[in-house]
């Protein structure tokens, strides 16, 4: 069974994944930041393909991917930096990142690198979904790689359902149709939202993410879902202290 699918038949509520860039702040922390990760009780992991495009993520993650790029981070570096990963890691590991880096490496080899990495899931905001399903699917399933797809309140009802038809792994559950960054609070017409997608009884495990980022809309966020996903506030906080240490920790003392 993929790590997944395992994360969610045992544990089945509150559960944290944390996003980070690959190759920020530092070009050859990517490995430190999963290990410290994993050792400090975080669920999942999603790690960040740089890009110098990200359309859906907002400041910091834009910030930090630029630099990450600076750092001379590529998909070639990345995989050899999560060579013996698993050797030490065993919560299920993702690559979410845009389209076109994946295109330029090669779809089919990206899944052979992924598999052979033990990475069990992927998110790319800008895959088409309609794409996904004819030209997609069938690869990343012959190599037994979770493609995870995007949902937001714009989302309409009867693409959510064939999402959840046609996807296996959870659905990311975006808090709203901006981009990435740290709220605060949830609004009522984001809760409305929460709500809805709760009374659709879908097949599929839910996470929120956009916009977690402390205590209050983490507790909303698992009370609506299967558990939340955080990358913006610990970015932020990794650029800040330059160790992955403090600022996991930081960031759970922020979240109790």
Do not use: W
């Not at 930096?81 to 080899?109: A, D, H, K, S, T």
């Not at 959510?160 to 038809?165: E, M, S, V």
């Not at 097949?203 to 929120?208: L, T, V």
Request: with cysteine; net charge negative; glycine share 8%.
């Amino acid at each position: 069974m993929n790590r997944i699918n395992q994360l969610f038949e045992t544990k089945k509520e509150n559960v944290l994944s944390i996003y980070f860039c690959a190759g920020y702040p530092e070009a050859n922390n990517s490995a430190e930041v999963i290990r410290t990760l994993a050792e400090n009780g975080v669920d999942m992991i999603e790690i960040g393909i740089p890009f110098s495009d990200p359309m859906a993520d907002g400041t910091v993650i834009q910030q930090a991917a630029m630099q990450s790029l600076k750092n001379g981070m590529s998909l070639l570096r990345l995989f050899d930096q999560l060579q013996g990963i698993r050797e030490y890691v065993e919560i299920p590991l993702l690559l979410m990142g845009y389209l076109n880096p994946i295109m330029q490496y090669g779809f089919e080899n990206f899944c052979i690198s992924c598999n052979a990495a033990g990475i069990d899931g992927c998110i790319i905001p800008d895959l088409p979904f309609d794409d996904y399903l004819r030209d997609y699917k069938p690869i990343a399933e012959k190599y037994g790689i979770k493609m995870i797809m995007l949902i937001t309140p714009e989302t309409s009802e009867a693409r959510i359902r064939l999402i959840d038809a046609h996807t296996d792994g959870f659905i990311y559950m975006v808090s709203s149709a901006a981009t990435t960054g740290v709220q605060q609070s949830f609004d009522e017409q984001k809760q409305d939202y929460f709500h809805h997608i709760q009374s659709m009884s879908l097949r599929n495990p839910r996470m929120i993410g956009f916009g977690v980022s402390n205590r209050e809309t983490y507790q909303m966020a698992c009370k609506n879902a299967s558990g939340a996903i955080i990358g913006s506030k610990f970015v932020a906080l990794l650029g800040e202290r330059r160790s992955p240490e403090i600022a996991i920790r930081e960031l759970l003392n922020d979240l109790e």
